[in-house]
């Protein structure tokens, strides 16, 4: 099979990771719903296509990025019906399929299975490192499937990424990333809540992040993605929490780590707080904005 590659989905994430695909030398072909996303990748040198269909034409590998798992259902499986087979009944046999989407474990068991009936190979590999990461090709992925599937894909996810871990077989990545994400969550809240109590009780926010830096209370959010504005450049907090990554998308990963939980009998009550913290920022409009916005939700309003 050739190695050139239908990328689907540019969104946030995924326009950077087709890009970055180009960079590295691949031929890509890439698509959208919105001709805004298609418009901008091909400022950036990326052959796209105004759908699927176009953009599969003479390609060996497809990957995807999706908002959720009834996006990449949908797209992989159709809808049943003779006029909507789904893209896996159109695929050669031995066309090689990543799904970088973050979804259900379940989800991407299923579509994996309706893959390999069909000679398929099919991994899931959903990311983490943010919109920064996608941008500077240092994203971590987290892969499950066959060693064989995930071994033949690392050409492509080092293209896009500085880490690749196989966790395992088909929906090992997403049980990861759920994992990964509802941990994510929870520290960035308790780092939202410690620097607006900080700051009620007349701490610099900028100094009192310092020192936690230096101190047991360490974590990424501090360190990388501090969520009080002018304390740290270039992370959303600065620019009105536009871009970076959904309040709504964490509510929705929180949602699969909640599934997860029940699927398993697995406790998660801070998994479970962190949700119906989420579920009531966005319900109070703050969905659209960056998931480091949640402190919004635990300062004192001044107005």
């Not at 689907?8 to 960079?23: E, S, T, Y």
């Not at 050669?92 to 299975?113: E, K, M, Y």
């Not at 920064?132 to 896009?160: I, Q, S, W």
Request: with cysteine.
């Amino acid at each position: 099979m050739t190695d050139k590659i239908a990328f689907i989905g540019l969104g946030n994430m995924g326009g950077p990771m087709a890009v970055n695909l180009r960079k590295a030398g691949f031929d890509v072909t890439a698509t959208d719903l919105s001709p805004e996303a298609r418009a901008r990748v091909a400022a950036d040198g990326v052959a796209v296509a105004d759908s699927a269909a176009g953009a599969l034409a003479g390609a060996g590998v497809v990957i995807s990025m999706l908002p959720a798992s009834r996006h990449v259902e949908g797209l992989y499986l159709g809808d049943g019906t003779a006029g909507n087979p789904g893209l896996l009944a159109t695929l050669p046999a031995g066309t090689r399929v990543i799904d970088c989407s973050t979804i259900a474990p379940a989800s991407a068991r299923r579509v994996a299975a309706a893959a390999a009936a069909r000679g398929l190979s099919m991994i899931d590999a959903p990311v983490s490192g943010g919109t920064a990461g996608a941008a500077a090709g240092t994203l971590t992925f987290m892969v499950g499937g066959d060693a064989g599937a995930v071994e033949a894909a690392r050409p492509f996810l080092a293209a896009m990424g500085r880490n690749i871990f196989h966790a395992g077989g088909s929906g090992a990545g997403q049980v990861a990333k759920v994992c990964n994400n509802m941990l994510l969550a929870i520290h960035m809240i308790g780092s939202a809540e410690a620097l607006s109590l900080g700051v009620n009780n007349g701490l610099d926010p900028a100094v009192l992040a310092e020192i936690m830096k230096q101190s047991s209370g360490d974590n990424w959010s501090l360190q990388k993605y501090n969520p009080v504005p002018g304390v740290m450049d270039g992370v959303p907090a600065s620019r009105g929490y536009s871009g970076g990554f959904g309040s709504d998308l964490m509510l929705k990963d929180l949602g699969l780590a909640e599934e997860a939980a029940l699927a398993t009998g697995s406790a998660i009550p801070l998994g479970g707080l962190a949700r119906n913290l989420y579920a009531a920022h966005s319900a109070g409009g703050a969905g659209a904005l960056d998931f480091s916005s949640i402190i919004r939700l635990l300062q004192k309003r001044t107005d």
